[in-house]
């Protein structure tokens, strides 16, 4: 559309692959004490469920501790003591996260037209293991480290804009998740695609929004 001039991009989940990665890391500390990969969705349901907590509940705190506490608790739920290889595993593996197999390739279509940047719930360091493998150089990588504001927080977005020198209006924004990233584009306007890489369930609170399966798909529609 005419005026958009900058895409922006959730980045776990729907640049690289963050679900994956969390489940290869939980099963890990499963298999090391012997135990069946099967507990492994419980202990990454409540894995999220305490990190949502902790990100939202002031004051603002690095992801590295979200991370952290969030490990013990699930694994206290499960009836686990949690070990200093459980925490520092998983934060190993978040460092370095792959790109989804169709992202380097749309992302490189894209910024034929656009300038690209992250916005992320993550901060500075754990991100930047991941970058190279977009294969190529985003304009910008905001982090809620930089605005000490978590996503679904406006405050994060609306320094995402002041670095690139923006309006809401100039923006797209591509994204996996509903609640942290459509529930902003609804308040802020800004024109959102939501990428259902999971084949979850598309809330109406949440749109407007164009549904996609994929970056690529996206970048097809731009």
């Not at 978040?94 to 894209?110: Q, W």
Request: net charge neutral.
């Amino acid at each position: 559309m005419p005026g958009e001039s900058v895409i922006t991009f959730d980045f776990y989940g729907t640049l690289v692959q963050w679900h994956e990665t969390l489940e290869i890391a939980f099963r890990e500390m499963l298999v090391r004490r012997g135990l069946p990969a099967s507990g492994t969705a419980a202990l990454l349901g409540d894995f999220a469920a305490e990190g949502r907590r902790l990100r939202d509940m002031p004051p603002w705190k690095p992801y590295r501790e979200v991370l952290h506490d969030s490990v013990v608790f699930a694994l206290r739920r499960a009836g686990l003591a949690a070990q200093a290889v459980d925490s520092e595993g998983l934060i190993a593996r978040i460092s370095c996260i792959p790109a989804h197999p169709d992202v380097p390739a749309a992302l490189a279509e894209l910024k034929k037209r656009y300038r690209l940047a992250a916005i992320s719930n993550t901060d500075d360091d754990l991100i930047a293991g991941s970058l190279p493998g977009l294969g190529l150089s985003l304009d910008a990588v905001v982090t809620a480290q930089q605005a000490r504001a978590y996503k679904p927080d406006l405050r994060l977005f609306r320094h995402a804009h002041q670095v690139l020198g923006v309006t809401p209006t100039d923006v797209v924004h591509i994204a996996a998740s509903q609640p942290l990233d459509m529930a902003v584009c609804r308040v802020l306007g800004i024109r959102a695609f939501w990428v259902n890489r999971r084949n979850e369930q598309a809330e109406a609170q949440y749109k407007p929004f164009t549904e996609v399966t994929t970056v690529a798909e996206a970048a097809g529609l731009l």
